[in-house]
Every structure is written in C-alpha cells, then in structure tokens.
C-alpha cells in the first residue's frame, strides 16, 4: 500500500487542525469498522463557511482526508460545501489505496455531521442533508 | 526516505555478511542437484548435510531429524496438518493458543472446516497460557499440542519445557512455532520434550523463503509437498541449497553469539522501555516484563493510532510496525493484542520496535528523543485526547 505526494503533504502538514470556540455547528463523527473519529468545526457567517478545523483519531488517509475536506469547503456556501463528497476529497488527493476509501467517508459525514448541527442549532433545514449516523460503516457498504 | 533506523527484526533481517558470503558459491559454482550423481551434485549435497547438523545443533536434535522447507509457514502448515494427518485413527483434537501466527491460526481454522476440533487456549495479559487450562483440555482424542515459543508482536516467552512435559506426560505431540525464539532465545528439544519445531531462516540473518521443521524420530506427519525423494519423501522438491546453506551458518552463528546478543539487547530494550515508560504518559508496556524476546518492545500509547505513528517514524528514517486495525489490511486489531485483554483503542495506538545484533545505543537514544515529540504532535490531533483531557480537568 503506498500513498500518493498529495495524501503525504496533506499527512504531514495537516491544514486546519484545532478547535473552533463557540463554532457554528460541530460534528463527531466514528467509524466502527477500525475505530476511528473524527471531529469537524465550521464557523458559518452569512451562509458561507468561514473557517473549518478538525481534530482526528486514525490512520494516514483519514488524517489527509480531514485536512483536504476541511481545505475544501472554507469559503463555500452550504450548498456547495454538500458536493465535497468522499469521491471529490479522494480526487483532491490524488486517489487512496482501496482498502482507505472508507476513512474518506468519515470525512465527508463528519462534515454533514457539523453542519446538521448548524441547522439544528438555527433551526433551519438544509436541502438534501440527512441526520449524521453513529456508525460510518452502515452508510457506506465497503466500496 | 532511507530507513536509517531498522526497528522491524521480528518483521525480517537482513542477510548477515559472513551468511551472504556462504551462500554465493552455491549461485553459480556449486550449482549441482543435490540429488545427482556427478562431482558438482556432491558439493549441494555435502553443503545440504553440512547445514542440516548446523540448524540440528542449534537446538540440540539430530541431523536426521531436520526437513528444511521453504519457511516458517510451510512448517506450520505441515506441522498441523501432517500429525492431525496420520494420527487420524487416535483422534482429532487439537490444542492450540489464540496468539498464534496466522500461519498456525488459519491452518488450524482449515482444519476445523474439515472436521478437526480444536481448542483455542486463552492467554493472561502477559501474553501466558495457563498450565492447567492447557492439562485440562487434553481428551482421549487429543493428537496435538501447539503452543507458539515466544510471540512474534508481544515477545513472550511461553514456559515451553513445562508445556513439554504435561504433552510427554498425556502421550500427546508437541509442537511449537519457535519461528521468532530460535536463535534469539535458547533451545533444547530434549531438555523441553519438544516433538516438532517450526524454524524460519528470514528472522536471524539468512535469507527469506527458506525454513525448517524438526521432526523428534518416531512421530509420524504426513507430507505436506509430494512428488520427489527429497528429505527422505517428507518433503518433496529440488532442495534450496544456497537457503539452506543460508540457514545453516545463521543458525550456527546465532547460537554461537547468543550470549552476548542477548546481554546487548536487553540492556537495549530494557532502556527503550523504560525510557517511553517514563518520558510518555499514556503509554503501557504489551508482553511480559522479562519473560520476553531480547529485541522485543511493544508498547501502546492512548488516544493515538499507529499507522499515523508509523508515518511520522518513517519521516525520520525510523523503520517499526503496530498492531493497529488501520494498518491490517483486514481492519481488525491484531488478534495477539486482542487476547491479552487492550481495549480496541488500546491496540490501535501499539508500536513494536524490534531489535537486532545491528542495533545500537544511538539509535535507541535517537528514538527516545523523538517520539515524544511524535506521540504528542498526534494526540495534540487527536479528538478522543481532548475529551479525556477535558474529563481530567
Ligand atoms: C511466529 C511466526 N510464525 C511463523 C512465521 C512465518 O514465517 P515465514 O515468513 O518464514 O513463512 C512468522 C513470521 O512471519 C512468525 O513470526
Ligand atoms: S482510519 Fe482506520 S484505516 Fe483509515
């Protein structure tokens, strides 16, 4: 298994690791397949996110994911920040190795996760968001 | 990056110098089938006989009762299936660890597929069987007793000879995977009442794909390879002469040096140890405090995961292993850490460090300087280190 430069740099100098203080909506999010966990920070002004840190518990892969994702949707609008998909930080990083495709979808719902908080806390609803799941794994059947 | 620091022995050695040496002429001078008739075939056949009474010495047997293999898992392999094989008519219980090799494991799992029962002893969180746990699950049907010598990712030492003699006392066989002990850790298959043994050349200095299984005279095991006459039809197939030339000298070698080796490495591993013990918080000691392999460190820090840790080591030349779920391709923890009782998140965050007669005092200082440093850069990351911070508060 080998990663590629980009899942490298990403790994070894993450972008936005840390805590966001009283952030707009925060999202834990677990992977009980190897026990990974992942935490994302949005700070939302005016719809658009302005600053987004994480904090994670795992692998090389899920490190870089959350340092791409977080990358990302800074300065998107929700809506747009809803097309940071799994598939679009993996491309970010020029592709994983097959069996760290899931620690890519802990990012992603981690992210979903945060910003069904923000809704809840605002309660506003955001189109196409679901309710962040406890266990990645039941959403995303081994791809 | 070049890895400057080897920390992986248990993983493989290098081919020793004064090994490589020994090997070479069996390349392309002394090329001969071991099994023909003219001057060169003699040579391969001098060579194999020479290092079948090395290997044999190394754990005081008789050359006749060594069948060199292609490695420590084809020895499991026949080990297991031969003797559950050909003592079909006794019965068909086996007794063995939940720490083994997977070599062993899922040999034994193939088994149970095929009628076989087996009996999987659980281990204190030392990584020990229980004596009476092991005497209590022998049955009338019982063929075989494997219990590994010293594990491969914890570094403990079963007591083997006490192991041997409840097998001698019960009339069952007794094999052990000595494929990390021999060489490291002394060996007496007399003295132990040891029936099989499993040996593999990659861990003490010869090269990788070459093994051996010690077979104590009169205990049957049916092969596992067919077709030629080699090693007296136990195990068919042109020999691997420069292997087992290769095994024969490591062999010899590392019995030769033992005692200063393993004076060496455990001061080595004695101040590793200590030295994370006491500069890393968080961190507990996997494996027995003494009963443990020379070069063996395994050690688990908290609210981590390895493979990152292994990541950031690499940046630094520094070359280890874990036994975390990210790193096992099967996303399980390792099952050895599994059975000594971590909790999933406990075996996540375990890093071995395995030395060898390479190894110095340096790099074990350069070690001790750095991985603070490391540990806390990932808890520093880590959301599970700052909910435990938090709670301590
Ligand atoms: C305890 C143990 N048994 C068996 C094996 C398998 O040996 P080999 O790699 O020579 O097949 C290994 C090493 O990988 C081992 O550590
Ligand atoms: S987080 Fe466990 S494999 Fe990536």
Redesign the interface.
């Known amino acids: 298994?080998e990663y590629s430069e980009k899942v490298?740099d990403h790994?070894?100098n993450?972008r936005n690791?840390g805590?966001i203080e009283n952030a707009s909506g925060v999202g834990?999010v677990g992977n009980m397949?190897?026990?990974?966990?992942?935490?994302v920070y949005l700070q939302i002004e005016d719809g658009k996110i302005v600053d987004a840190k994480f904090?994670?518990?795992?692998?090389?892969a899920?490190?870089a994911t959350s340092s791409m994702a977080t990358e990302l949707v800074k300065g998107k609008t929700i809506q747009e920040a809803l097309e940071v998909t799994n598939k679009a930080v993996m491309e970010a990083l020029d592709g994983l190795p097959p069996?760290k495709v899931?620690c890519s979808c802990l990012a992603e719902e981690a992210l979903h996760a945060a910003l069904w908080d923000y809704a809840q806390k605002n309660n506003i609803t955001i189109d196409g968001l679901k309710p962040p799941v406890n266990d990645v794994d039941e959403l995303h059947h081994h791809e | 990056m070049k890895t400057k620091l080897y920390f992986d022995n248990a993983a493989t050695t290098p081919v020793r110098e004064e090994v490589l040496q020994e090997i070479l002429p069996y390349f392309r001078e002394h090329y001969g089938n071991a099994s023909s008739v003219y001057a060169i075939a003699k040579e391969s056949k001098k060579a194999l006989e020479k290092a079948r009474a090395q290997v044999a010495a190394a754990i005081n047997a008789q050359p006749e009762e060594i069948y060199f293999t292609a490695g420590g898992s084809e020895s499991d392999n026949t080990a297991l299936r031969g003797v559950v094989e050909a003592y079909a008519s006794k019965g068909n219980h086996i007794i063995t660890t939940k720490i083994e090799h997977h070599a062993i494991l899922h040999t034994a799992e193939y088994l149970e597929k095929h009628g076989a029962e087996v009996t999987y002893l659980n281990v204190d969180e030392y990584g020990k069987i229980s004596l009476e746990e092991l005497e209590k699950a022998i049955r009338p049907e019982t063929v075989l007793i494997s219990v590994m010598f010293a594990n491969n990712e914890i570094g403990t030492i079963q007591p083997i000879k006490e192991i041997g003699e409840i097998a001698r006392k019960h009339g069952v066989v007794f094999h052990t995977d000595a494929v990390q002990a021999v060489g490291h850790v002394p060996i007496d298959v007399e003295k132990m009442n040891i029936d099989l043994l499993s040996m593999s050349g990659h861990k003490l200095g010869a090269p990788k794909g070459i093994g051996a299984l010690y077979i104590r005279k009169g205990i049957k095991v049916e092969p596992l390879i067919f077709g030629g006459a080699q090693e007296k039809k136990q195990r068919a197939g042109t020999e691997n002469i420069p292997g087992i030339v290769g095994i024969g000298k490591a062999a010899e070698l590392a019995v030769a040096e033992m005692e200063g080796t393993t004076a060496k490495l455990v001061a080595l591993r004695d101040k590793l140890i200590n030295g994370i013990l006491e500069t890393i918080p968080y961190s507990r000691l996997n494996g027995h405090p003494t009963d443990r392999l020379p070069g063996n460190c395994n050690i688990s820090f908290s609210y981590i995961e390895g493979e990152s840790l292994l990541l950031l080591l690499d940046a630094l030349g520094i070359a280890a292993s874990s036994g975390s779920a990210c790193t096992s391709g099967s996303l399980d923890p390792s099952h050895v850490l599994m059975a000594i009782g971590l909790p999933h998140e406990t075996a996540h965050g375990s890093l071995r460090l395995t030395m060898d007669r390479d190894n110095t005092e340096e790099e074990v200082d350069f070690i001790l300087e750095k991985l603070p440093g490391i540990v806390q850069r990932l808890r520093d990351m880590s959301p599970v280190y700052e909910d435990a911070m938090k709670a301590n508060k």
């Open positions: 298994m490298m790994f070894m993450p690791v805590e834990q397949k190897c026990g990974d966990i992942m935490k904090k994670t518990f795992g692998c090389g899920a490190v069996v899931h």
